[in-house]
Nanobody, 128 residues
């Protein structure tokens, strides 16, 4: 099992940057694919990014491609989401997630229901 705790959210102006962190417990962190999802008020939780267990591959939603970068440090049991050129439409609660597998394709890693472990979320607000 793994427990996830996000941090790094906050209020930022449009065009600014934030870096989210996801700290994971457990000794087998390196066996998990990690993902980031977000949920805006009144909307469904949507895929943002995912990274394979060895950082060999990353996948991004079209809406964030070129602006967001996902990474992980298995030695620190921590995943990251660097968010640049933020837009007001990026405003949402951001959730870290993990599933016990090492790799996969975009279609498989973007599926919300395949993630069995979730953090409590961190709020990101981008003002115009």
């Amino acid at each position: 099992q793994v427990q996830l705790v996000e941090s790094g959210g906050g209020l930022v102006q449009a065009g600014g940057s934030l870096r989210l962190s996801c700290a994971a417990s457990g000794r087998t962190f390196s066996s998990y694919v990690m993902g980031w999802f977000r949920q805006a008020p009144g909307k469904e939780r949507e895929f943002v990014a995912a990274i394979t267990s060895d950082s060999g591959s990353t996948f991004y939603a079209d809406s964030v491609k070129g602006r967001f970068t996902m990474s992980r440090d298995n030695a620190k049991n921590t995943g990251y989401l660097q968010m640049n050129s933020l837009k007001p439409e990026d405003t949402a609660a951001y959730y870290c997630a993990a599933q016990l597998r090492r790799g996969g394709s975009y279609s498989s890693l973007a599926r919300r229901d395949d993630y069995g472990y979730w953090g409590q979320g961190t709020q990101v607000t981008v003002s115009s």
